[in-house]
């Protein structure tokens, strides 16, 4: 009977949902003798990226780079935590899928399949808090939030039914 790490599976299929290093007894049938070589591969563990370990999809160490290379602002730091790079990363990912939940929506709404950057900018807008994050931001291609000032709305509709209501109320 031979033990398979299920964390060796998972990394078969690219997943990284397991993170436990439960064991799964399998059997093998051809059951052959292991040579030294083989021995000496499986002792070797396997390289896994910092992204793995952090459980984020935004890759860690360009991050990590970009914040050694300080090109964003006036100073910069010669030595950076790679804590500070997991992060930036995490944050950066639960804020895209907050705009892409957010454009979802907004395309469903319109019943659409793909999200457009209309989409996107009509999600951000209407948001408080991504508004106000984004405020300064322009979307390229996504056009403008339809608004018409209450000001500029005709009146006469309304003055027409007030002198209805007054006239029949003088007249009794």
């Known amino acids: 009977m031979r033990i398979m790490n299920i964390n060796t599976l998972c990394l ?10 439960a064991t799964i007894p399998t059997t093998n049938k051809n059951m052959t003798r292991v040579t030294e070589d083989q021995s ?11 992204s793995f370990r ?7 160490p360009r991050i990590h780079r970009y914040l050694r290379k300080g090109r964003f602002g006036k100073s910069s730091a010669k030595r950076t935590a790679v804590g500070a790079a997991v992060y930036l990363a995490a944050v950066l990912e639960y804020l895209t899928a907050e705009i892409l939940e957010i454009a979802g929506n907004v395309a469903r709404d319109f019943k659409r399949k793909s999200i457009i950057p209309r989409h996107i900018l009509l999600g951000v807008r209407n ?3 991504l508004d106000s994050l ?10 403008v939030v339809p608004h018409i000032h209450p000001s500029l709305i005709p009146k006469g509709k309304m003055k027409k039914t007030v002198t209805v209501t007054k006239k029949s109320a003088s007249q009794e």
């Open 54 to 60: 952090a459980n984020v999809l935004f890759p860690v």
């Open 12 to 21: 078969k299929k690219s997943s990284h949902i397991f993170s436990s290093c």
């Open 40 to 50: 000496k591969a499986k002792k070797r563990k396997r390289r896994t990226s910092k």
């Open 127 to 129: 948001d408080q808090e």
């Open 134 to 143: 984004l405020g300064r931001v322009m979307i390229s291609c996504g056009g």
